[in-house]
């Protein structure tokens, strides 16, 4: 089998629960990626700021498909940008406090300039979220921010947020789409916009096909770009509904070099 292009997932995925990774056992696998002219892709549903900080010290091509592929960056260029136009914003805004459901949320706006909450500074959620936005500002409110929105980002402290997926999507069909992130989160985005649309840009442009691409993921946002892989892995660490709708698992987890692994059998070193 040829294999052209990897994507991957990066926290429960690629990460382990340290949120680091193997970094001289990658490197090995990266040096035979540009060797084999296979093109590496971070997948996630963080914004592009926090990823590169990952991969500092190594050495190769990396292409960052960030806030769940509403943001892809190539070299450095943002190539591609989908953000929520700001009367959609707004109506959702208006619509997240009249709602039981939503009550007890943590809300995020993450932006082309930086990151929005309401959450005061000094909180615990906010030091606990600002290690994945660290341009995060305070505002009083976040209905005034005017900033282009990637994503609204929506945690609670249970994990089981199915119910409130399901109403985001009831309540703004064809205008937003919920989906679960993991750890008690849903990233709320435009209907089209998912890793799959992201990785298919990806394909398109670097001519790469379903067949000769491999990608790893453990949570619901993945399932798309899973699925736009022939050779698409859920973790072996991923919730059961996750690891039934794949073909493929990962024989280890991410705390065992899950991804490295099967990477390096997919290169044959």
Do not use: C
Request: aromatic share 10%; glycine share 8%; hydrophobic share 40%.
């Amino acid at each position: 089998m040829t294999i052209k292009m990897i994507a991957t997932d990066m926290d429960g995925t690629f990460l382990d629960g340290d949120s680091a990774f193997n970094r001289p056992r990658f490197q090995q696998l990266l040096n035979e990626m540009a060797a084999q002219q296979v093109k590496f892709v971070v997948a996630s549903g963080n914004q592009y700021p926090h990823l590169p900080p990952y991969f500092d010290g190594l050495t190769g091509e990396i292409t960052y498909l960030a806030e769940d592929g509403a943001h892809i960056v190539l070299a450095g260029e943002a190539i591609s940008e989908d953000v929520i136009p700001a009367a959609t914003l707004q109506q959702f805004l208006n619509w997240l406090p009249t709602t039981p459901l939503f009550a007890s949320a943590w809300v995020i706006l993450s932006g082309q300039q930086a990151s929005y909450t309401e959450m005061l500074p000094n909180s615990k959620r906010f030091k606990a979220s600002h290690y994945f936005y660290g341009d995060m500002q305070h505002v009083p409110d976040l209905r005034e921010v005017t900033d282009g929105i990637y994503k609204i980002d929506i945690t609670w402290a249970q994990f089981d947020v199915s119910a409130q997926e399901q109403l985001v999507n009831a309540t703004f069909p064809g205008e937003l789409r919920a989906t679960s992130s993991g750890l008690g989160g849903i990233d709320v985005v435009l209907p089209h916009v998912n890793k799959a649309y992201g990785l298919a840009k990806l394909q398109a442009k670097w001519g790469i096909t379903r067949d000769e691409t491999l990608a790893f993921g453990d949570s619901g946002n993945d399932l798309e770009m899973l699925a736009m892989a022939k050779y698409g892995y859920a973790m072996a660490n991923a919730p059961e509904n996750v690891r039934q709708a794949v073909d493929y698992v990962t024989p280890l987890d991410n705390d065992h070099d899950g991804v490295l692994d099967v990477i390096a059998q997919y290169l044959n070193v």
